[in-house]
């Protein structure tokens, strides 16, 4: 099983570029969420969907996109990437958004903003 | 969402038992107790989770007090491999499926 999986493992960008972070998962999964972790940090919560067609705010959104066409895949857009969005990028997926059930995560990307 | 405190970092020998305390005094009746680990340089995993009884899984148990306000995730046997931070969080159902991180217990096992 391949689980969640994060494309690229490493980034780096200059300031104003823009990139897209891939995040799929084959585990049928409706919820899928984005975190950011920076050093000596817990991690905090971009954005989240509940479903295709669905996405949410977190704690952290400002600078960043998202949207979820399917269910495998939730992509995360950076427009305009600043050198504080340089940290480690964190996918995770779970079956529903039970209070439950256990939350997935990928192996995360490296990102940064030179 | 109700806080959690944890101790910044703990530190265990190698084969013996440890025990990561957890407070959450503002926990509600409908909280869970939720626990992942962070590995170095790798992604979260869950561990346990509980409302009221404790529990156990092949990773660790889960001691819960009995009025809710502090919990205990029990290793019972800790190898190098469980060098990790350990996350206590608290989950209502309004939470969307979203887990909110505080900063966790740094666990260091010595050999």
């Not at chain 2, 959690?4 to 703990?10: D, F, Y």
């Amino acid at each position: 099983n391949a689980g969640v999986t994060q494309t690229p493992k490493f980034q780096v960008l200059k300031t104003g570029q823009s990139m897209t972070l891939q995040c799929a998962q084959d585990m049928n999964h409706e919820y899928m969420s984005w975190y950011r972790q920076d050093p000596g940090m817990g991690l905090r919560l971009i954005h989240y969907s509940v479903g295709a067609g669905i996405t949410d705010q977190g704690e952290v959104p400002n600078g960043y996109n998202v949207s979820r066409s399917t269910t495998e895949d939730f992509p995360l857009r950076l427009l305009s990437a600043a050198p504080s969005q340089t940290s480690v990028y964190f996918c995770a997926s779970s079956f529903n958004r039970d209070v439950e059930e256990k939350l997935f995560f990928g192996s995360g990307t490296q990102l940064s903003v030179l | 969402d109700a806080k959690t405190t944890q101790p910044n970092s703990m530190e265990s020998n190698e084969e013996e038992p440890v025990h990561l305390p957890c407070n959450h005094s503002t926990i509600s009746g409908t909280d869970y107790i939720h626990w992942y680990r962070q590995l170095p340089s790798q992604g979260p995993e869950y561990v346990i989770h509980g409302l009221t009884s404790n529990v156990n899984n092949r990773m660790a148990s889960l001691a819960i007090a009995e009025d809710r306000k502090s919990s205990t995730l029990i290793l019972h046997r800790a190898t190098l491999r469980d060098a990790a931070v350990y996350y206590c969080i608290l989950r209502d159902r309004g939470s969307q499926g979203n887990l909110i991180f505080g900063k966790g217990t740094k666990l260091s096992v010595k050999p």
